[in-house]
T-cell receptor, first 113, second 114 residues
Framework: QQQVKQSPQSLIVQKGGISIINCAYE??????FPWYQQFPGKGPALLIA?????SEKKEGRFTISFNKSAKQFSLHIMDSQPGDSATYFC????????????FGKGTHLIIQP | NAGVTQTPKFHILKIGQSMTLQCTQD?????MYWYRQDPGMGLKLIYY???????DKGEVPNGYNVSRSTTEDFPLRLELAAPSQTSVYFC?????????????FGPGTRLTVT
């Protein structure tokens, strides 16, 4: 049973455009929703995270939008740059992740110059 | 700080052999995790530990074992390796305190079982 569904699987965006990646979850007990960024040959690194008591969180060009009633959250990358080309994973967990994160399958993002 | 280190970086294992993947962190984190990453499948939790001497199964524990004798080290043991265990393995650690829930990942071990 896949508890976090992520789409699209791959995404190509022109430089300067907006990249949008969507995730949906099933377990209403999830209370922490991070996004991780992974470059080829590297481990994932935390990009931005949100808790369900807020509907939006912004850090620089990265924004998480959260819709608790729809059980959906999304990552928006504004003014996308070639350096943003990477694989992005959404995740969800309970209690901050003491017993691990449940990841989506990932989105391979390519920003074309 | 070196962060989370993993050895080896690459390894080829024959079917039926055993090996241990090493993971060490120097951030004094209590929480440590092992994930495997398969193409197009995201990361799946194998085992985790909330402190020295305490371990628990994740989503995909079959074929693996762990131990946590110190805060720093969390080795993953593969017994009787099978082709299905071909994957990239990531170790992670987290302080899980003071509202810092970030998991810090190592660089990974790429394992091929053939």
């Amino acid at each position: 049973q896949q508890q976090v569904k992520q789409s699209p699987q791959s995404l190509i965006v022109q430089k300067g455009g907006i990249s949008i990646i969507n995730c949906a979850y099933e377990n209403t007990a999830f209370d922490y929703f991070p996004w991780y960024q992974q470059f080829p040959g590297k481990g994932p690194a935390l990009l931005i995270a949100i808790r369900p008591d807020v509907s939006e969180k912004k850090e620089g060009r990265f924004t998480i939008s959260f819709n608790k009633s729809a059980k959906q959250f999304s990552l928006h990358i504004m003014d996308s740059q070639p350096g943003d080309s990477a694989t992005y994973f959404c995740a969800a967990t309970i209690g901050g992740g003491a017993d691990g994160l449940t990841f989506g399958k990932g989105t391979h993002l390519i920003i074309q110059p | 700080n070196a962060g989370v280190t993993q050895t080896p970086k690459f390894h080829i294992l024959k079917i039926g052999q055993s090996m241990t993947l090493q993971c060490t962190q120097d951030m004094n984190h209590n929480y440590m995790y092992w994930y495997r990453q398969d193409p197009g499948m995201g990361l799946k939790l194998i085992y985790y530990s909330v402190g020295a001497g305490i371990t628990d199964k994740g989503e995909v524990p079959n074929g693996y074992n762990v131990s946590r004798s110190t805060t720093e080290d969390f080795p993953l043991r593969l017994e009787l390796a099978a082709p299905s265990q071909t994957s990239v393995y990531f170790c992670a650690s987290s302080p899980l305190g003071s509202q810092n829930y970030e998991q810090y990942f190592g660089p990974g071990t790429r394992l091929t079982v053939t």
